[in-house]
């Protein structure tokens, strides 16, 4: 079977079983580094990220808080080496949304938009953004030593933001959750952003793969591991004939890959190991997915022929592309 189908058939069961997973009694707790989220309800989810428990926990100001959000972090870190990217490849529910709206835009003959790289390099600060918002400003709300009556509202703040926390308990009874916050100003205004970005999403994923990964601060804080994490994209330059397969069906829209022509390993920052190059690249063992430096995938000719009805052996050597 395809590696294209097993990701799907992992998604899906990740999809129910975070989502749904506590209404057969499975609770994974919330140290997961992936987009499951804590607002479908603690009775309903089967696990959830870290995100709202570590802003929990620093936002109570003492030592136990910082202990617990310390532990938190730890956690997920240990639960990030074994699958880097992955998480957001194989295992978020958002993600799951997210590939499913882009299925049904390809059922319906629509094209897909695709930002130029310069514009990409303008709006990456966002996903740094997030990320400053989830550990500072709890810590704000913590010591409110400026404007007090802002900083004592600020305890979740990402999550306030965050579409996921209005999209996913739409899936639950839980969607009261989607609403705007009218308990003060400051949360007013950060859940009417929520709601804004979380429409702003849905209808971006509709046009653009993976719309929401490429802003996302989780995606950003498992790059930071991606060297010591276990799975690895890794390239042979010299086999590669610069055919651009792998950019064009990448859903993170990754060029370098296609660009590379030194080094080996090509896991780069944005990379969710979805292994959609390793499956479409039409050369032998110009990509391979590794795992602790042990081939799991590599590309084929012979399986990009039989991707496209070829007979393998009638197709001959390919010649190399030139620029």
Not at 74 to 89: H, K, M, S, T
Not at 181 to 209: D, E, N, Q, W, Y
Not at 245 to 261: A, G, T
Not at 272 to 288: F, G, I, K, Q, S
Request: aromatic content about 14%.
């Amino acid at each position: 079977m395809p590696v294209s189908r097993w990701r799907w058939l992992v998604l899906t069961l990740s999809f129910v079983l975070l989502t749904f997973g506590g209404l057969a009694g499975v609770h994974l707790g919330s140290y997961l580094p992936t987009f499951a989220c804590y607002f479908v309800g603690s009775d309903t989810y089967g696990g959830a990220c870290f995100v709202a428990t570590l802003q929990m926990a620093l936002a109570e100001g003492n030592l136990a808080g910082l202990f617990a959000a310390l532990t938190i972090l730890v956690v997920a870190v240990l639960l990030i080496i074994p699958l880097g990217g992955a998480w957001c490849g194989w295992i978020c529910p958002f993600a799951f949304i997210q590939d499913v709206l882009d299925v049904l835009r390809r059922k319906l003959g629509i094209g897909y938009v695709r930002f130029p790289e310069t514009l990409r390099r303008n709006l990456r600060p966002l996903r740094w953004i997030f990320l400053v918002i989830l550990f500072v400003l709890p810590l704000w709300a913590a010591f409110p030593l400026l404007v007090p009556a802002v900083a004592r509202h600020l305890g979740i703040p990402f999550c306030e933001l965050c579409p996921v926390r209005y999209i996913m308990p739409l899936f639950t009874e839980r969607a009261g959750y989607m609403g705007v916050s009218f308990g003060s100003i400051t949360t007013f205004v950060l859940s009417a952003l929520g709601v804004l970005f979380a429409g702003f999403t849905l209808v971006g994923a509709f046009f653009k793969r993976r719309f929401w990964c490429a802003y996302c601060p989780m995606v950003l804080l498992l790059s930071f591991f991606r060297r010591i994490s276990l799975p690895k994209l890794k390239k042979d330059v010299t086999r590669c004939t610069r055919c651009e397969i792998c950019y064009n069906v990448c859903p993170m829209d990754i060029e370098q890959v296609f660009l590379e022509r030194q080094r080996e390993d090509v896991t780069f920052p944005d990379c969710v190991l979805c292994m959609e190059c390793v499956e479409h690249c039409p050369e032998n063992d110009a990509l391979r997915l590794t795992y602790g430096g042990i081939t799991l995938l590599r590309s084929s000719r012979a399986a990009f022929s039989r991707r496209r009805g070829i007979d393998a052996s009638q197709t001959g050597p390919r010649e190399e592309s030139h620029e």
